[in-house]
């Protein structure tokens, strides 16, 4: 694991109002715990939002050398929250990053959530890590709808290692879905961005893993999206150098879905992309409480 650089600074507020692909999902409003991601996966988005999503200079330059955490996202979440609400933790950074590890900023502001919760809350992650707070995770279940979105990008190492070099294994992160599983947490594997892989492979784990529907996501592409977020030049680069430029392309992504799509439809299961896919991590419904 590379050298980490953690800071803190204070927010004015924690919770933000949705828009755009996470307000399309149904989504009311997002929650990012700090600033730039010390996973640093070459095709993260986030970096190409610049001032748009909410980065500093040094953030975007910089992407993953650091991270800057809200110091005060507990007490900020305390006086935000609103039995309404529908949130996403988050859009712009993974809450269970190299750095949370030393932080330790999520286990306040899962007390902050069992508190006063929020109508549903959507923790997307691809850290192990988290496993570090299932009983707090536990006891949120216990009093809201709790979901963990939790992404795999392929079913091969090598792959893992060139694209996504600071993640953890991909056999950790099955066991980490297995665990939250086990232990009553709703979990989704979300195969997003889809990397080069075997797709009936990956598929198939992501079966053998969970009970509902499989969400996943191509990677972005300029040429479909031409305003917006999209995928760090540092991926592109890999994939020029890998032969691997098709899985870059509209028309490609579009049939490796409908295969994936009828893979699992073959094994009694969906799988879904888009805002169709994430609002399954939206949806509210009625919630038991749990004794």
Not at 119 to 128: D, E, I, S, Y
Request: glycine residues 6%; charged residues 20%; positive net charge.
């Amino acid at each position: 694991m590379h050298a980490l650089r953690i800071y803190e600074a204070e927010a004015r507020s924690i919770l933000s109002a949705t828009t755009g692909f996470i307000a399309a999902a149904g989504f009311t409003h997002s929650l990012t715990p700090a600033r730039n991601c010390t996973y640093g996966c070459t095709y993260c988005y986030v970096p190409t939002l610049g001032i748009y999503g909410g980065l500093k200079p040094d953030d975007w330059r910089n992407w993953g050398q650091f991270s800057t955490f809200k110091s005060n996202a507990a007490s900020l979440l305390r006086r935000e929250l609103r039995p309404q609400q529908v949130i996403y933790c988050s859009p712009l950074v993974d809450p269970y990053q190299p750095a949370e590890a030393d932080a330790r900023r999520m286990p306040a502001i899962l007390e902050a959530l069992a508190e006063h919760p929020p109508r549903a809350f959507t923790l997307q992650t691809r850290g192990p890590l988290i496993l570090r707070d299932l009983d707090a995770l536990v006891a949120l279940a216990a009093r809201t709808i709790l979901r963990v979105s939790f992404s795999i990008t392929t079913d091969r190492e090598e792959i893992r290692r060139r694209y996504e070099p600071h993640c953890a294994p991909l056999a950790d992160r099955w066991d980490t879905v297995r665990a939250l599983n086990r232990a009553g947490i709703e979990t989704y594997a979300t195969l997003a961005p889809l990397l080069p892989c075997d797709p009936e492979a990956l598929i198939g784990l992501a079966i053998g893993a969970t009970t509902g529907d499989i969400i996943g996501d191509p990677l972005h592409t300029r040429v479909s999206k031409p305003r917006g977020a999209t995928t760090r030049e540092a991926a592109l680069k890999i994939s020029h150098a890998s032969g691997f430029e098709a899985w870059h392309e509209p028309g490609f992504q579009d049939a490796l879905v409908a295969r994936m799509a009828q893979y699992a439809r073959a094994a009694g299961r969906c799988f879904v992309t888009g805002t169709e896919g994430f609002s399954r991590l939206a949806r509210v419904g009625c919630f038991a409480a749990r004794s």
